[in-house]
């Protein structure tokens, strides 16, 4: 069946270090693609998303480029920031429902000034 | 502007007992669906609504009933839960019924069964 896998957590960062957290796929058909992050206490909120192929999607300073070749999503940031200290999950999405995402365990941020 | 709302944020049920989850948006959204989220383990799709009078069932469905008679309102029933059934819930609804639909997250009830 389709499932995603994420490197797994803790990741623990300074301020101004490079992010980049690993998530790979397997699916039928051509899903899309989605990073959603959450901060404590609340729920998730899309923060970027690919729907084909080599496209890259880009929000807050944070990038992932769909690689169909080697089925995978990875998150990368050039300089992260306390704020940015939350759980990040990679999920996906081939069903015309939009409702049915299929989530990554989720990977845990931790940035230290 | 308050998307998808939640309620209660905080339960703690005893084995057996029966509850209900409220779930509301006010943005028209046709498409809502219920996950749960444990330590490890992600989130799992409980049950989704493709519209009013619609439902079906994700991959951890047992133990858990929706319906949906209004496009706003998407309820969930534990109808005798179970210390398994201790976990964070989140509803999410989204416009669009196509794979590159996001979806947006209420802010969750965190629920404990004794």
């Known amino acids: 069946g389709n499932s995603v896998t994420q490197m797994e957590g803790p990741v623990t960062l300074s301020e101004e270090a490079f992010l980049t957290i690993n998530c790979t796929y397997t699916?039928?058909?051509?899903?899309?693609l989605f990073w959603y992050v959450q901060y404590p206490g609340e729920g998730l909120q899309l923060l970027l998303k690919a729907t084909k192929a080599d496209d890259k999607g880009s929000n807050k300073g944070f990038e992932a480029t769909y690689r169909k070749e080697t089925t995978s999503f990875h998150l990368e940031k050039g300089s992260v920031q306390v704020s940015d200290s939350a759980v990040y999950f990679c999920a996906l999405s081939d069903r015309q429902a939009g409702t049915a995402l299929i989530f990554g365990k989720g990977t845990t941020l931790s940035v230290s000034s | 502007n308050a998307g998808v709302t939640q309620t209660p944020k905080f339960q703690v049920l005893k084995t057996g007992q029966s509850m209900t989850l409220q779930c509301a948006q006010d943005m028209n959204h046709e498409y809502m669906s219920w996950y749960r989220q444990d330590p490890g383990m992600g989130l799992r799709l409980i049950h989704y609504s493709v519209g009013a009078g619609i439902t079906d069932q994700g991959e951890v469905p047992n133990g858990y009933n929706v319906s949906r008679s209004t496009t706003e309102d998407f309820p969930l029933r534990l109808l005798s839960a179970a210390p398994s059934q201790t976990s964070v819930y989140f509803c999410?609804?989204?416009?669009?019924?196509?794979?590159?639909?996001?979806?947006?997250f209420g802010n969750g009830t965190r629920l404990t069964v004794t």
């Open positions: 999410a609804s989204t416009l669009e019924g196509t794979r590159d639909s996001p979806l947006h």
């Open positions: 699916a039928t058909g051509y899903p899309s």
